[in-house]
Nanobody
Framework: QVQLVESGGGLVQAGGSLILSCAASGRTFSMYAMGWFRQAPGKERDFVATIKWSDSSTTYGDFVKGRFTVSRDNAKNMVYLQMNSLKPEDTAVYYC????????????????WGQGTQVTVSS
């Protein structure tokens, strides 16, 4: 089992920045990739970014367009999402997820999920 805990969400004005953190514990050696997803009220869960645990290769959702950066610290079992130039449409609950086998944009490929952290961007 892997446990994931997100932090760093909050209220920010449009154009501002936030850094989300995800702390992983448990059988972290079994993780292949980590992902960030988000879900706004009444909408499906969208892919934000993913990072391969071993070599830090990354993939981003189309809407990110250079505004977000995902990174990881293997020694601390931490994954981060730096979010810049935030827009009101970025408002959502952001989830950290871990996959044992895939680096993927599909939520179904992820085995473990955190509880989520709320990000609210005001206009």
């Amino acid at each position: 089992q892997v446990q994931l805990v997100e932090s760093g969400g909050g209220l920010v004005q449009a154009g501002g920045s936030l850094i989300l953190s995800c702390a992983a514990s448990g059988r972290t050696f079994s993780m292949y990739a980590m992902g960030w997803f988000r879900q706004a009220p009444g909408k499906e869960r969208d892919f934000v970014a993913t990072i391969k645990w071993s070599d830090s290769s990354t993939t981003y959702g189309d809407f990110v367009k250079g505004r977000f950066t995902v990174s990881r610290d293997n020694a601390k079992n931490m994954v981060y999402l730096q979010m810049n130039s935030l827009k009101p449409e970025d408002t959502a609950v952001y989830y950290c997820a871990a996959s044992r086998r895939y680096i993927s944009s599909a939520p179904a490929r992820y085995d473990y999920w955190g509880q989520g952290t709320q990000v609210t961007v005001s206009s």
